[in-house]
């Protein structure tokens, strides 16, 4: 079946309220999620709209899959036991965007092996790449990330986000200083190490240097090793020669002098013979040089003992290199030029030390410098944001509800400045602030994060809170949904609630149902129509459909339609 198909056979919506011009939903909203196989969830096809959408369902029929799903496209953690009973995986997919060209999607595919698969418009990303894509157009409230509220690195980065440049300029700062200050310690800590190292480092520079090896030396060594070794051999082969051609009775050099002679009278008469005997001459010449050679190399017979101990001398310190520093002699010669490089290091550094402190010290004022710059930036931005939280912080129920961030100064800089950032909060009248970890209760929390979230925006274009009511009713819950309804406006919400002020409210209305068929457990989601959405509203008020029930029903649909 076809997407647009499948679209066709969902109750008939209610209108979408339109997005404002400009707004990023118009390209970027979460238009359709596809689920299989996710806890009850056996197969699932559900278009979203704009606005304000409320999930709402009995107590366990697993309204917060939709939420789980929509986390898994967020690189939330893939555990096994989301898959459903029976089945080899679960598969999530995430569209944005109008239908057609400008669609794009994401997928997750878990297997009950532990192993998955992500995609981006059909093609195989890694999880951290999807998480970064769908960061930027989905952001999730968890049923307890209120609770995040209650840290103070938290409660920093609120406020930090109106600071951004002063929060970089600081960061650098102190990364700076940090790095010479560990390097300064290194020197300190390492003297002794340092100093072996230097006594190693010189010694083998100096070893490498008293050889001086040049790669390709040694193989011609070797062959005047190996000639000094056996002179007397080559002595005797020299002389055995002579005796042949100089030194016999019968000698080669007599034997072609007579030749020569020979051809003296036909010489006078025939060129030919005059060119032999020139050839003749030539080859007498030619002995008798070799002769000469000869007669050299036979003498040698003994070697020069100085030559013999030098190139031997000079094998063995050229082996010992290698066995030391090779295996070869360009290893030797690299090993030398890396050592070098090192020793010229640790001397820098042991000249270096002195001034390092120097450096240091100067860099932890530039430091406290851009701490005092930064602590200025959130002094300002304190007081403007604390009031624009306070505001709505009290159209949500807490009319008397107080809140500011205070700055406690270090006893030294740290990673995030001169100062902690806390949230001081309170909700009642003639209570002092206290910090919001100690004060804030559940709902108290929730209404802050909603707050939060409508202040500073969630910076993507949908929004899902999962029981972002919990803790809270009446007044306060209607609160809630009209701010809900606010952030709306602007943003693609999706809500998971338990209360008919808030379901009421939305300007979609679907419903999370839970059937056995053919004896499993099966989970189903579908968008109401306004008699089915009428009904699930009484039942969230009163557990039944009586007249009463939908007569209250009644007024709170009617007081949204008189709000809207």
């Known amino acids: 079946m076809t997407r647009k198909a499948r679209a066709a056979t969902a ?32 197969e699932l096809s559900l278009d979203f709209r704009g606005g304000f959408s409320a999930f709402t369902g009995e107590t366990g029929a697993g309204k917060s899959i939709i939420v789980d799903a929509l ?19 679960l598969l999530v997919t995430g569209f944005w965007g109008a ?33 970064e894509w769908a960061s930027t157009r989905l952001t999730i409230h968890w049923q307890h990330s209120a609770v995040s509220l209650l840290t103070p690195a938290n409660q920093r980065s609120l406020l930090d986000r109106q600071v951004g440049e002063e929060v970089a300029a600081y960061t650098a700062a102190y990364r700076a200083w940090g790095e010479a200050r560990a390097r300064l ?59 042949l051609l100089s030194d016999g009775e019968t000698s080669a050099v007599g034997m072609i002098a007579e030749a020569i002679k020979a051809m003296n009278a036909g ?62 002699l360009e290893d030797v010669v690299a090993f030398h030029a890396a050592a070098q490089s090192e020793l010229e290091a640790l001397n820098r550094d042991e000249r270096d030390a002195g001034t390092l402190e120097a450096e240091v010290n100067r860099l932890q004022g530039e430091a406290v410098r851009a701490g005092e710059t930064l602590d200025a930036a959130r002094t300002r931005r304190a007081g403007p944001l604390a009031a624009q939280l306070v505001t709505v912080i009290r159209e949500l129920g807490m009319p008397h509800a107080r809140l500011e961030f205070r700055l406690t100064p270090l006893p030294q800089p740290g990673p995030s400045g001169l100062s902690d950032v806390t949230l001081h909060f309170t909700a009642n009248p003639g209570e002092d602030l206290g910090p919001l970890a100690d004060v804030a209760s559940g709902g108290e929390l929730s209404r802050v994060m909603l707050a939060i979230s409508t202040v500073l925006g969630a910076e993507t274009p949908a929004v899902v809170f999962d029981e972002v009511d919990a803790g809270i009713g009446g007044a306060a819950a209607l609160a809630v949904a009209a701010q809900l309804g606010r952030l709306a406006r602007e943003r693609q919400v999706l809500v998971v609630t338990h209360l008919a002020q808030i379901a009421a409210h939305a300007d979609h209305h679907y419903k999370v149902e839970k059937h056995v068929e053919e004896g499993r457990t099966v989970s189903h989601v579908r968008l109401l129509n306004e008699r089915e959405r009428l009904e699930e509203i009484a039942r969230m008020l009163s557990g039944n459909t009586s007249e009463a029930a939908l007569t209250h029903a009644r007024e709170l649909l009617g007081r949204r339609a008189a709000a809207s």
């Open 11 to 42: 109750a008939p919506p209610t209108p979408a309220a339109p997005a404002p011009a400009g707004s990023p939903l118009s390209q970027l909203a979460l238009s359709r999620l596809e689920v299989r196989n996710l806890a009850t969830i056996r």
């Open 99 to 131: 239908e057609g060209d400008d669609e794009c999607s994401a997928s997750r595919r878990v297997t009950m092996q532990g192993r998955g698969i992500a995609r981006l418009d059909g093609e195989v990303v890694s999880v951290r790449e999807l998480q």
């Open 267 to 328: 010489a006078k008469y025939d060129e030919t013979s005059a060119q032999l005997q020139r050839e003749l001459r030539g080859a007498l010449d030619a002995v008798q040089a070799v002769v000469g050679e000869l007669r050299d190399v036979a003498e040698d017979s003994a070697p020069d003992p100085e030559e013999l101990d030098r190139v031997e001398s000079r094998l063995t310190a050229l082996g010992r290199l290698r066995a030391k520093y090779g295996p070869t």
């Open 185 to 243: 310690e290194n020197l300190r800590a390492g003297e002794r190490e340092r100093a072996r190292q230097l006594d190693l480092l010189t010694f083998q520079v100096r070893e490498i240097e008293g050889v001086a090896p040049q790669p390709g030396e040694e193989e011609p060594l070797s062959a005047e090793l190996t000639r000094l070794s056996n002179l007397e051999t080559i002595a005797q082969g020299a002389a055995g020669a002579l005796d």
């Open 71 to 89: 986390g898994l496209l967020l690189g939330a953690r893939a555990n096994t036991d989301l898959i459903r009973t029976g089945e080899d995986g």
